[in-house]
């Protein structure tokens, strides 16, 4: 690979050149990385200390939570500390790593998003089945195919990209290291690669999304036999989910479902669903969730009442 590229870093432009504007995005995307890993890590507690959050429900939105986490770390930091420097370089190497853990992380979700609708089409429409369906190592089964899922999706992009001479210019007019501005540096024709990609990843994205559409159009069907309280409470988790799969599924289809070739407002759809969905997530899920609000809740009183105790019983 490396006899075949003259290249070997790349200059990232990021999302603009004006330096005061960098120097207000910096703070900005500062505080967006810290309310994401605050968040994410919020719920992942919440879950694993409120014994109140014992459904599959839970346990794959805990997931969901350690995956955006891991998905921000990716890009985020990174794209926030080029803002303080004049020239944004990375290097082939790690650029290839980036690509590979944006993809890995990016794809996982995307099945895991696929089956947490399955795991709400299966506790609505048939709820006496639910716990037979939903056993414990039928959910692990569908984390790890969501993992597997991600990782063969990645590995292909990877090989799409590695497999293409690179040999000048080297500038990415991108924050991140991702496919299509890195097609179109390859010093060869990338159409059928292109092609390609396009099947990976935006038919790919495309398909699910229309099957979670079509999941949950059923699921709100299946609510009119159902209680005045048991419509609101599936209703509530149902919009919560929905509003996850837009914000992310939107951005990510528009960008990978077409040819080869990039526009200016791909990098603010990328900050979107790279940095901005992974911060919402714990919020949509928190706010519409009375469950895991209460848990919170819980947790946060059953903590001041810790400290109290601790701090009354301390020897003066």
Not at 46 to 61: E, Q
Not at 78 to 86: N, R, S, W, Y
Request: charged residues 10%; hydrophobic residues 55%.
């Amino acid at each position: 690979m490396e006899n075949r590229n003259n290249v070997t870093e790349f200059v990232l432009l990021g999302l603009t050149q004006n330096p005061e504007i960098e120097k207000t995005l910096f703070s900005v995307f500062l505080i967006i990385y810290i309310l994401t890993i605050v968040g994410n890590i919020l719920i992942i507690i919440t879950v694993i200390r409120s014994k109140s959050l014992r459904s599959p429900m839970y346990f794959f939105l805990a997931f969901l939570s350690f995956m955006d986490a891991l998905y921000s770390t990716v890009i985020v930091p990174k794209m926030t500390l080029d803002m303080l420097h004049e020239k944004a370089t990375i290097s082939f190497q790690a650029c290839m790593v980036q690509l590979f853990l944006e993809h890995l992380f990016g794809g996982a979700e995307v099945f895991l998003l696929f089956f947490m609708a399955y795991d709400r089409y299966v506790a609505i429409c048939k709820p006496l089945h639910y716990l037979v369906i939903m056993r414990w190592p039928v959910c692990v089964l569908l984390l790890v195919a969501s993992w597997i899922g991600g990782f063969m999706h990645s590995l292909v992009q990877l090989l799409f990209i590695v497999s293409l001479p690179f040999c000048g210019p080297n500038v990415i007019d991108h924050f991140i290291c991702d496919m299509y501005p890195l097609l179109e540096l390859s010093c060869t024709d990338a159409y059928i690669i292109g092609i390609s990609a396009v099947a990976n990843g935006g038919v790919i994205c495309t398909i699910i999304f229309l099957l979670l559409l079509i999941s949950y159009g059923v699921i709100l069907h299946s609510l009119k036999t159902q209680s005045l309280k048991s419509q609101q409470k599936a209703l509530s988790t149902c919009i919560s989910h929905i509003t996850v799969v837009v914000f992310f599924f939107v951005p990510c289809i528009f960008i990978y479902v077409r040819p080869v070739c990039t526009f200016p407002i791909d990098k603010f759809l990328s900050v979107f669903y790279t940095a901005i969905t992974p911060m919402l997530n714990p919020l949509i899920y928190t706010l519409r969730n009375t469950e895991m609000k209460n848990a919170m809740r819980e947790l946060w009183n059953r903590k001041m009442m810790f400290n109290l105790i601790k701090i009354t019983s301390f020897p003066f």
